[in-house]
């Protein structure tokens, strides 16, 4: 079965020039070199009200899931799920730089966990806890290949619709 991410990997720019917010999309600090290093992933599913912090490598990692409880266009308000503490969370989203991986940087503050900056593609929209396992899927297949720079070149096949 098809899900949306996979359906919008393969359609790729279509959205070229939508902005995207802290919702839905999936948002990552970096594309590992080895599968030995790690890379911090974020990511909240609006309509089931959940996200989920996670750092991995291929041989080790970790995640908390927590709860969305608000959102709007500068904070979200989160319950994490093994602690029930609650955080808000600043955040912005702008069109990434010549210099930044992606096509949107996630700059955030006040979060119990990872790093402040987080990068995203306009094609990593998330619609479900599903699509974001797809995604965790896709990302380790493209590092385990030595694919995973190449996500970010514009140039690369899973950016154009052939």
């Known amino acids: 079965m098809q899900t949306n991410l996979t359906r919008n990997i393969a359609t790729s720019m279509q959205?070229?020039?939508?902005s995207v917010g802290i919702?839905?999309?999936?948002?990552?600090?970096?594309?590992?070199d080895t599968e030995k290093d790690k890379m911090n992933?974020?990511?909240i599913i609006k309509?089931?009200?959940i996200g989920v912090y996670q750092a991995a490598s291929e041989f080790e990692g970790d995640y908390s899931i927590f709860f969305l409880e608000s959102l709007d266009d500068k904070t979200v308000s989160i319950k994490m799920g093994q602690t029930d503490k609650k955080h808000k969370i600043s955040?912005?989203?702008r069109p990434t730089t010549g210099k930044e991986l992606?096509?949107?940087?996630?700059?955030?503050?006040?979060?119990?966990?990872?790093?402040?900056?987080?990068?995203?593609?306009?094609?990593?929209?998330?619609?479900?806890?599903?699509d974001l396992e797809v995604a965790i899927e896709f990302l380790d297949a493209a590092v385990k290949t030595g694919l995973g720079?190449?996500?970010?070149?514009?140039?690369c096949p899973l950016h154009h619709n052939n």
Do not use: C, M
Request: aromatic share 14%; proline share 5%; net charge negative.
């Open 47 to 49: 309509a089931e009200k």
């Open 102 to 130: 992606g096509d949107f940087a996630l700059e955030v503050s006040g979060h119990p966990r990872g790093p402040k900056s987080y990068f995203t593609l306009n094609e990593w929209e998330l619609g479900s806890s599903q």
């Open 15 to 18: 959205k070229h020039g939508h």
């Open 149 to 155: 720079n190449q996500l970010f070149d514009k140039t």
């Open 41 to 43: 992933l974020f990511a």
């Open 23 to 32: 919702e839905n999309q999936l948002w990552i600090d970096r594309i590992p």
């Open 91 to 93: 955040y912005k989203v």
